[in-house]
């Protein structure tokens, strides 16, 4: 999984990466977190799941301006990443000088 430097800096922990595939059951995440990472799976895997109760659950955490953000957000990384791919960029390619966007693990194997 992908690590975010800029999410590090802000506190995203390193427990939170294993426990992110199930954050709707982690104690992890805090219940705005959760709405958020909901809104992100919408996003990028299945739009189906947007329904009334995604968008209440939503607006429960968040303001329109910062739905629109998040969802900005989102679909420009999404984008971001399609086009890494389409370019055969390999992902120990990108940032290759730093640590970002590196597991711990792959990181100590550029090192």
Same mark, same amino acid.
């Given at each position: 999984m992908?690590?975010?430097?800029?999410?590090?800096?802000?506190?995203?922990?390193?427990?939170?990466?294993? +426990?992110l595939?199930?954050? +709707?059951?982690s104690?992890?995440?805090?219940e705005?977190?959760?709405?958020?990472?909901?809104?992100?799976?919408? %996003?990028?895997w299945?739009?189906d %799941?947007?329904?009334?109760?995604?968008?209440?659950?939503?607006?429960?955490?968040?303001?329109? &301006?910062?739905?629109?953000?998040?969802?900005?957000?989102?679909?420009?990384t999404?984008?971001?990443?399609?086009? %890494?791919?389409?370019?055969g %960029?390999?992902?120990s +390619?990108?940032?290759?000088?730093?640590t970002?966007?590196?597991? &711990?693990?792959?990181? +100590?194997?550029?090192?």
């Open positions: 992908q690590r975010s430097a800029q999410a590090g800096r802000k506190g995203l922990k390193e427990e939170q990466y294993d +426990e595939l199930k954050f +709707e059951t104690t992890r995440f805090t705005r977190e959760k709405a958020a990472l909901t809104y992100t799976s919408a %996003i990028a299945n739009s %799941i947007a329904d009334d109760a995604l968008w209440a659950r939503l607006h429960e955490h968040f303001s329109v &301006p910062e739905l629109v953000e998040l969802g900005f957000f989102v679909a420009l999404l984008g971001q990443q399609r086009w %890494i791919k389409t370019l %960029i390999g992902h +390619e990108v940032l290759a000088d730093t970002a966007g590196l597991a &711990p693990h792959a990181a +100590e194997k550029t090192a």
